[in-house]
């Protein structure tokens, strides 16, 4: 069977609303047959908001960050369907964490379909050369390891939350895809900027 591609799972992400990991595990459980990797992700309660798939999130909250310093800041839009959710504590608490990563770890992206081409070509260039002595038949699977980790620390969804203490090495995604199951709604990190002084 051919590898899951990152299109496959970004359309079941999108028709499900559960978790990259979860839709990569349930697709190549299913063989690559997306029908079949939505009834497993049901079954496991992992399918957010699937009678909602085509609902758009338009309601939410913009919410920041400054550090104690007054030097760096972050400001996030974070949306959802309802303007019940949107006045919902953990939503708006969501909002804030987020907030407060942007401003800590400062992501280039918020998906990996967003991490600028050149970005990613450059990392793929630099990957190359350093894997220069791996064998011809194992390179390009090695190339694709080293630009996964990149991807890793860049790409907020990818990212593991910096408050290590209260959520427990969770990436941003799966904190979205587990407030999603709870609100039952489609949330979406919108868009987010970061400011530093002087740069």
């Known amino acids: 069977m051919s590898a899951i591609s990152a299109k496959d799972v ?10 990259m990991l979860a839709c990569r595990d349930a697709l190549t459980e299913a063989g690559g047959d997306i029908e079949k990797a939505v009834e497993l992700l049901r079954a496991r309660g992992e399918a957010q908001a699937a009678k909602r798939a085509g609902a758009e999130a338009r309601e939410g909250v913009v919410q920041s960050y400054i550090h104690a310093n007054n030097k760096i800041g972050a400001i996030v839009e974070v949306d959802c369907q309802t303007d019940f959710v949107a006045r919902n504590e953990k939503f708006i608490e969501f909002a ?50 080293k630009v996964g980790k990149w991807l890793d620390e860049v790409v907020l969804l990818r990212q593991r939350h910096v408050n290590e203490d209260k959520h427990g090495g969770k990436t941003i995604e799966e904190l979205r895809a587990a407030l999603s199951a709870e609100t039952r709604e489609n949330i979406v990190i919108r868009r987010f900027a970061r400011f530093t002084v002087g740069v």
């Open 10 to 19: 970004k359309a079941l992400r999108d028709r499900t609303g559960a978790g």
């Open 96 to 145: 804030r964490d987020v907030a407060l990563h942007v401003a800590a770890s400062n992501p280039i992206a918020i998906s990996e379909e967003e991490v600028p081409a050149e970005e990613r070509e450059r990392e793929e260039r630099i990957a190359a050369e350093q894997l220069s002595n791996v064998p011809e038949n194992r390179r390009e699977q090695a190339i694709a390891g």
